[in-house]
């Protein structure tokens, strides 16, 4: 029996979809792999970050990029690490307590770390409309939008921030809708809740402009501490935020913030940053010989470094001694 034009046409679509429906399995399957797989090459690179070694990170990042090119992990991933650069060249790194205010309002970073964000937020996105991955994609675009948030908070832009902040947000929480076992989305909540319910003025006033929601100091440390103990890829840089939380005046818990750093010391060690956060950490504390001892130590073990963390902490160690010492150099 001969079949018709418009029967053999509608034969072949019937086998196409079928076709199709075998191989979206497939495909999410391999999407699925080969995050898993960049994330077990991403571990590598968040150790060398959070270590210091953040050209070293960014190169672990790249080789992703490379790898999965369709995927916001690697590019939001150096972008964190160029955040770490843009923090190192500019913020306050003496005084535990303060959160990331820059001495100037741009850095050469800045433009390479933006490029970077808006291709992880662009590939986040393509791979959403295409219901690729869903939890994670949603992860990856808040990632992002935590990190803009960030490089706007260190520059002093609330509104920005705060805008950014609310982005990340909204992706997080559905990140956690569908997937609650991502306690990486809990470093961009934690902050969040617990800056937002800290600060209630500059709340207030940004609420007035783009109705921020609400949040818990509690629960945002409860959730830092989540991420601290079981994050993925973020682990360590809960502790950092954790950490500094706990300095604040709102908390004075020294003791649990030192117990943080020297943590992060112990995992990282060749980080001259945490010795120095616990040095301001003694004084708070009421040890000042102790906090300049270290001041002293960290400011010979960086003597002629070449690395941009390293030359930035033996200055913030510099700075620190000569706040003590007012008149005196610590070249």
């Not at 060398?48 to 690697?74: C, H, N, R, T, W």
């Not at 808040?142 to 002093?156: P, Q």
């Not at 994050?231 to 649990?256: N, W």
Request: aromatic residues 10%; negative net charge.
């Amino acid at each position: 029996m001969k079949c018709s034009t418009q029967t053999k046409m509608k034969l072949l679509a019937a086998l196409l979809a079928l076709c199709l429906a075998a191989a979206r399995p497939c495909l999410a399957a391999s999407i699925e792999q080969n995050d898993a797989d960049a994330r077990h090459y991403a571990a590598r690179g968040g150790e060398m970050m959070m270590d210091g070694d953040l050209d070293g990170a960014a190169q672990v990042f790249q080789q992703i990029e490379q790898k999965y090119p369709d995927s916001p992990i690697g590019f939001v991933l150096e972008a964190d690490a160029t955040w770490w650069k843009i923090y190192f060249v500019s913020a306050n790194l003496i005084d535990p307590d303060v959160f990331d205010v820059a001495t100037t309002e741009s850095t050469p970073y800045d433009s390479h770390f933006d490029d970077l964000d808006n291709v992880a937020i662009k590939k986040a996105e393509a791979r959403l409309h295409a219901h690729q991955d869903l939890a994670r994609s949603e992860l990856y675009e808040g990632f992002a939008y935590a990190l803009r948030g960030r490089l706007e908070g260190i520059h002093d832009r609330d509104l920005a921030t705060a805008r950014a902040g609310k982005k990340m947000r909204t992706h997080l929480l559905k990140a956690l809708e569908l997937d609650s076992t991502l306690y990486d989305a809990d470093l961009g909540i934690g902050i969040y809740n617990y800056f937002v319910d800290t600060l209630p003025t500059i709340v207030k006033f940004l609420s007035i402009f783009i109705a921020l929601p609400g949040g818990s100091r509690t629960e945002g440390l409860q959730q830092l501490q989540t991420c601290a103990e079981k994050g993925e890829l973020t682990q360590a840089e809960a502790k950092f935020y954790l950490a500094k939380d706990y300095t604040r005046g709102s908390e004075k818990q020294y003791a649990v913030s030192m117990r943080l750093f020297g943590d992060l010391q112990k995992e990282f060690p060749d980080n001259p940053l945490w010795p120095m956060l616990i040095g301001s950490l003694q004084f708070r504390m009421g040890n000042p010989q102790e906090g300049e001892k270290i001041y002293r130590e960290v400011l010979q073990t960086t003597a002629g470094k070449d690395s941009e963390v390293e030359k930035a902490v033996h200055r913030a160690a510099s700075q620190a001694l000569e706040r003590l010492h007012p008149g005196q150099k610590f070249p």
